[in-house]
């Protein structure tokens, strides 16, 4: 059976950082690509970073040069470094797998695995 799992969500004051991780297990995921998403209230799920199975990295415009996509394979598990945090950074953000990298930013988003989402707050 699989499991996506994410931690390291909390509350940070803004320009802050927080670091999420994402452990995906129960079948192998060396050739599959992970990706980071999130939601707000109003809002859709969006894509946030994505890293392909030979770590290409992609990221939405709005957090280029203040996140950060990393993987250890070994561990099936990719993570999420998020710097200079902003209030509208606030959101629950999802974990995703896939086989094609480009499933992470289609506007459909529909990836084989999702984990059940870690809850990021940034506020004073």
């Known amino acids: 059976q699989v499991q996506v799992v994410e931690s390291g969500g909390g509350l940070v004051n803004p320009g802050g950082s927080l670091r999420l991780s994402c452990t995906a297990s129960?079948?192998?995921?060396?050739?599959?690509?992970m990706g980071w998403f999130r939601q707000t209230p109003g809002k859709g799920r969006e894509f946030v970073a994505a890293?392909?199975?030979?770590?290409?990295?992609t990221y939405a415009d709005s957090v280029k040069g203040r996140f950060t996509i990393s993987r250890d394979k070994a561990k099936s598990t990719a993570y999420l470094q998020m710097d200079s945090l902003k209030p509208e950074d606030t959101g629950i953000y999802y974990c995703?797998?896939?086989?094609?990298?480009?499933?992470?930013?289609?506007?459909?988003?529909?990836?084989?695995?999702w984990g059940q989402g870690t809850l990021v707050a940034v506020s004073p």
């Open positions: 129960g079948r192998t995921f060396s050739a599959y690509a």
């Open positions: 995703g797998l896939d086989r094609y990298v480009a499933s992470m930013t289609s506007p459909s988003l529909l990836l084989e695995y």
């Open positions: 890293i392909s199975w030979t770590s290409t990295t």
